[in-house]
């Protein structure tokens, strides 16, 4: 589990319009790290990416069963096009059920695919079969709606609407269908495909943003306790399971208090955004941290028992600068956990267990007259 950094001290305005709340949804960054992350971690993730798979197996079905249909795909080329699209869908659903959940790249590349795959499909069909079909659009904005930007909703929302509208004019041209029947019609597709991802989004992202508030600290958008609390036990189980050393490690800033009297507040809520900052990108890549205290972090880290003192021990030169306007050092305590420790098994709560000798090993560094490391193997 890579640490997600979602800085909460950007705060928007409250808008003042309907219009500008509009606004402010298309034009807010989507945190693709974050939404990856979590699908990966909880359990739900791994439902919606079967979810995700059988829908396109689904959808691979009906462009096969399509071929023997009146009204389907006629001629080799048609034929082979539709064959072609039906087996990518197929591999497509393979990698959902089998790979975790992707990142950027990839939920924006399979929205795209799903956008354009569909419209070559309904393109083999008779017109009358290619406007109803593109109901289907709906089933990628569902995907949408969840996964992708705002930016990227309204993209695919415009040439989703595009096609519907190409092949209903189209059938109007060809001179067959009713008029108001084929009005009718196209409305009730473009319905279906335009409303609900819109208002989803709009409903999703202001409850993922209060989702995500109430697990993070406002200040540096590190994990808040309650956010530590979830984050921990599933990355504790993971190194257990793959049998590689984890520590523990708590840090907290010398004589922080001479820093708010000296600088003032706002030079000091400065450095601890800046501390934690420098703590993110010094162990990203290996565990979860989060901000405990005024001054203090928390850091879970699990890698291999060769790397595992190098981070520890590098906190401290991480979190040094030579140009900083106000330099500090930090206390840093640690309990590590070797893969054979058997506190791995003996205790109920070996997390509480690591972080409270962590937290000991810290104020025994600080009393030391702080600027260093101690650490315990458990």
Not at 312 to 329: K, M, S
Request: proline share 3%.
């Amino acid at each position: 589990m890579s640490i997600s950094r979602n800085p909460l001290r950007r705060r928007r305005h409250a808008p003042d319009s309907a219009w500008s709340a509009a606004a402010g949804w298309l034009v807010q960054p989507h945190d693709y790290e974050w939404m990856t992350e979590f699908q990966n971690t909880h359990p739900s993730g791994k439902v919606i990416r079967l979810i995700v798979a059988m829908s396109t197996i689904n959808i691979a079905i009906m462009s096969f069963m399509s071929i023997f249909a009146v009204g389907g795909p006629t001629g080799p080329g048609a034929t082979w096009l539709t064959l072609t699209l039906c087996t990518t869908n197929l591999i497509i659903a393979a990698l959902w059920a089998l790979r975790p959940f992707p990142g950027r790249l990839g939920v924006v590349s399979f929205a795209v695919y799903s956008d354009v795959g569909v419209t070559a499909a309904l393109s083999m069909l008779d017109l009358r079969n290619s406007l109803l079909g593109c109901v289907l659009f709906a089933v990628v904005g569902a995907f949408v709606t969840f996964f992708v930007s705002p930016r990227w909703v309204m993209m695919h929302l415009a040439f989703a609407s595009t096609v519907t509208l190409t092949f209903g004019a189209l059938l109007y041209f060809r001179g067959d269908v009713d008029t108001i029947t084929l009005i009718v019609q196209t409305n009730v597709v473009l319905l279906g495909i335009v409303s609900i991802p819109v208002t989803s989004h709009i409903f999703l992202t202001t409850l993922s943003d209060d989702a995500r508030s109430s697990v993070l600290d406002p200040l540096t958008g590190l994990l808040n306790r309650r956010g530590l609390d979830a984050a921990l036990d599933d990355l504790w189980a993971r190194g257990r399971l793959d049998g590689q050393c984890a520590t523990v490690v708590v840090v907290d800033i010398d004589n922080f208090k001479s820093v708010n009297d000296v600088y003032g507040h706002d030079e000091g809520d400065a450095v601890i955004c800046r501390v934690a900052d420098r703590l993110v990108a010094h162990i990203s890549q290996y565990g979860v941290l989060g901000r405990t205290g005024g001054e203090e972090y928390l850091a879970a880290i699990v890698t291999s028992r060769l790397h595992i003192d190098a981070l520890i021990h590098g906190i401290r030169r991480a979190l040094h600068g030579d140009n900083d306007t106000v330099p500090v050092t930090v206390s840093v305590g640690a309990a590590i956990l070797y893969a054979e420790s058997n506190l791995w098994y003996s205790s109920a709560d070996t997390m509480q267990t690591a972080s409270r000798i962590a937290d000991s090993m810290m104020y025994k560094a600080k009393s030391a007259g702080g600027n260093r490391v101690v650490t315990k193997l458990i």
